[in-house]
């Protein structure tokens, strides 16, 4: 059998390649483009505020993982048959996006603040231990890597292993869509209640300085882009899950158009949905600087109140003249 490694253009099929076809230059650069904007919006707002430190760090590790998995896939457009370029872009495409959900998690403690936490099916203190599933799910998927690429030969490319390997990573990612589902159900509960609410009171929960107000355009916003980030991980995490069942070497590993649209189509718009709507501009952690006094009393006294919620609209005139409804809404 001819090496692999002494493959060129004019002397093997580029089926016989690890990736099984050409990788687009285009859709490489793409995405290695799309990801280095979303690191630096990332990078920008920490700087700039020095608050989300967690989410910011948790969605820059993604990015820096998916710019080197996108790198060196780039790089093996000229040789398609490097089988290290091929494991090294692989591994960090894999892996990439565990964190951009550990990023998601964080966030959703002051999110349901905001929407009322009397809406959440579970204390909100729980959400964040999610993140541990996808730690478990982290560590299996590089054991799963470890293993898969262990054998790896420049002559004859993936090795036997990979067929132990790969059911061990589709395992570690199985459970991440297990966190991903569980998270969507859950919150899924919370918008329908404060939906439900909303559309009955004309608020969704009681601000001990606003009373009962409605919420604002920008955090609606927020929320719709979190749960698009969300369900585009779970897409995705099901099709890895498929592909990596199945094996590296399956048809379906090697079909370019389903990489391309069910991983870094989706993991892009989870990292550009995050980034448009980072937590530092739609959810600046439950409190908004003070903004001064004015001329009426009551309102300059709202207004240089620490504790007013970025999440929802200022009052209204009649509000503030007459101080919050004191009727809650019923349980929903």
Known sequence: MKSIASCDWDTCPVAASPYGYPPSSAASALFLIIHIGALIACLSYTLQTRRWLRFSTSVSIACLFEIAGYGVRLASVSDPWNVFLYATSTSFIIVAPAFVSVGVYLTVPETIAILGVEHSPIDTKHYPRLIWIDAVGFIIQAGGIVVSFSDISAHTGLGPRALI???IIAGGLALQALSLISFIALFGIVLFRAAVAQAKFGHTTFH??????????????FVTMLLISVMCLFARAIYQTLILASGLKSWNAKNQALFAGFDGFLVAEAAIGLMIAHPVIFLRNGIEKKLGSGSDPDLAKERTSPYR?????????DEQS???RQTPPSSV
């Open 208 to 221: 001990s300085v606003h009373g009962f107000v409605p919420m604002a355009h920008r955090f609606k916003f």
């Open 165 to 167: 390997g790969n059911p």
């Open 309 to 317: 919620i970025e999440g929802y609209c200022s009052p209204s005139a």
């Open 322 to 324: 007459t101080g919050p």
